[in-house]
């Protein structure tokens, strides 16, 4: 019986208990990798042990608490193919499953593992490959399998839709809230994003605020579910148990919501408007941005997201890392302006991006009742955050020099410690300069690629020039070993230099040479399967035609 990918997004949670943070090390039980199957791991969790994590209100390894534990390891139990696993490798990153039965293994990559994977994470922004990437390909080209399913949650989602693009041993990816790639990633691997994209299955919360960073991979399949009712707080909104349902039973045991064939319940939704909102901004900036721009914002986004994701800062620490990073701060918020400008957006529109993008709640530690006077602002809480932010949003947006605005920048300054004034005439002075920038919604498009007998025939002549005409020889140099005019020379040593640097060379070409052969068959495969097809459908076509001809 064939794995389902809900059930896979349940080893991946798995991989969440390689750090000390996760029940069993919390218990004292047996680590994942020392255990040989995942029946014998999850065998440690005995109904007595259950029952002190049905009553916990611990959390481990960031937001799954001890219920939610209690409720997926006893639907894990449930299920034999899953128990079966062998668990063949585990390592900071990933865990490799192998089913004995078919030798078929599961690679699960874990989300982002500290703060140098938040760097690789916004580097990819501009890159095609990042280094994390490239160590996920190195990995499971190195297993011995060749029928591999990957599934990955959020930088590990976005790694395993790399490799599925990449390898021929992936034949099946699940991405839960993975981010998307750059557009170099997209030209640089168009035809077999074009060739494997089918493979995968891209699974997000409707709420979640990672899968809208970059490109989304053309001809992927998307799906977007509803968190449970415990989904709340912003770092829920990315858990990897959140789009699971869980349930209190008359026992007071916790449990997975399940369908009627037995898998967990997932609730599908669309994407939720704030969500597709920041997409669409994530996509404007990328579109919009200059080199020099782009690479500014992703230095700033790369620390920013670390601290806020990796290790929870609060405000002052927000603040103080934008003190520190002002340019490239500033120049984030004069892109949010022209977007919101170009859009047209109402005040409820412009709030829920501000709220997504996670600048909302930053001035609730500094509104006192002095200034909630003066704003004549009667009401409390997030309420009166609300409100301040209406009044922001209005006086900005109306084009006009406002009083008010410069007085509030400056008492909020004044309780930050921080001079918010100067920080925003650098916001506007930079938002001037973006008067060119056009509202360009365009999404991330495979390059188009000539195919043609004669395109091949260039590239295939191109390499074969060089071993054709080959390097000088070199070999007869060996008589100027000794110069009278400067003594001994180690002619030999350069010889082989220049001999090793053409076999290199050669071994590149070869290399090449190979892959060319293989996208063009590749290629030649697929089109002669279509027109086939295509054949087929227009002679049963020409067949119809025929017998409405003759009345039959």
């Not at 593992?113 to 922004?125: A, H, Q, T, Y």
């Not at 520190?324 to 701060?329: E, G, L, M, R, V």
Request: glycine fraction near 8%.
């Amino acid at each position: 019986m064939a794995i389902s990918d809900s059930d896979l997004m349940m080893l991946e949670n798995l991989t969440y208990c390689l750090s000390n943070r996760n029940p069993a090390y919390a218990l004292g039980l047996k680590a994942l990798n020392a255990c040989k199957t995942v029946g014998e791991y999850l065998a440690q969790f005995s109904e007595s042990v259950l029952d002190k994590l049905d009553n916990s209100s611990d959390i481990y390894d960031g937001e799954n608490s001890g219920s939610e534990w209690a409720a997926m390891i006893r639907y894990m139990k449930s299920k034999k193919e899953l128990l079966e696993l062998k668990i063949a490798e585990v390592t900071e990153k990933v865990v490799c499953f192998v089913n004995p039965n078919n030798n078929k293994a599961i690679v699960a990559f874990r989300g982002t593992n500290g703060g140098e994977e938040w760097i690789d994470n916004v580097e990819g922004f501009n890159e095609a490959d990042t280094v994390y990437q490239k160590e996920a390909y190195d990995y499971i080209e190195g297993l011995p399998y060749d029928d591999i399913s990957v599934v990955g949650h959020s930088k590990g989602g976005n790694k395993a839709q790399y490799v599925a693009i990449r390898s021929d041993k992936v034949t099946r990816c699940v991405s839960v809230d993975g981010q998307g790639f750059s557009q170099e990633f997209i030209d640089k691997y168009g035809p077999q994003i074009e060739k494997n994209a089918s493979k995968i299955t891209s699974y997000s919360l409707s709420t979640d605020f990672v899968h809208i960073l970059m490109y989304t991979l053309p001809g992927i399949k998307i799906h977007y579910i509803n968190g449970g009712s415990d989904v709340g707080n912003t770092g829920e909104n990315h858990s990897p148990d959140a789009l699971f349902e869980y349930y209190r039973d008359n026992n007071g045991e916790w449990h997975v919501k399940v369908n009627g064939d037995g898998n967990a319940y997932l609730d599908y939704s669309a994407e939720d408007a704030s969500m597709t909102m920041l997409h669409e901004f994530t996509t404007f900036v990328l579109n919009n941005m200059s080199g020099e721009d782009k690479y500014k914002t992703v230095a700033f986004l790369s620390g920013l997201l670390s601290g806020l994701f990796s290790e929870g800062w609060d405000t002052e620490q927000i603040i103080d890392y934008i003190k520190s990073n002002k340019d490239a701060a500033s120049t984030v918020i004069a892109y949010l302006l022209k977007y919101i400008k170009l859009n047209d957006l109402n005040v409820d529109d412009a709030i829920e991006l501000i709220k997504a993008l996670g600048f909302y709640e930053a001035i609730e530690p500094f509104l006192d009742s002095d200034i909630l006077n003066v704003l004549g602002i009667h009401v409390t809480g997030d309420d009166a955050v609300r409100a301040v932010w209406e009044i922001i949003i209005n006086n900005i947006t109306d084009g006009k020099n406002d009083p008010l605005i410069q007085w509030l920048l400056e008492k909020l300054g004044e309780k930050a410690g921080f001079d918010i004034s100067g920080f925003w005439a650098e916001v506007e002075l930079k938002y001037g300069k973006l008067g060119n920038v056009k509202n360009n919604k365009k999404d991330a498009k495979i390059k188009k690629i000539d195919y043609s007998s004669n395109a091949y025939s260039i590239i295939i002549s191109a390499i074969n020039s060089f071993d054709a005409k080959g390097l000088p020889e070199v070999s007869a140099w060996n008589k100027y070993s000794y110069a009278d005019w400067f003594g001994r020379i180690l002619v030999s040593i350069v010889i082989k230099c220049i001999n090793r640097y053409a076999s290199t060379i050669h071994e590149i070409n070869t290399e090449w040479k190979a892959k060319t052969n293989k996208a063009f068959s590749d290629i030649r495969n697929i089109d002669t399967r279509y027109a086939n097809k295509v054949k087929k459908s227009n002679s049963s076509l020409n067949q119809l035609i025929i017998q409405m001809k003759s009345g039959i």
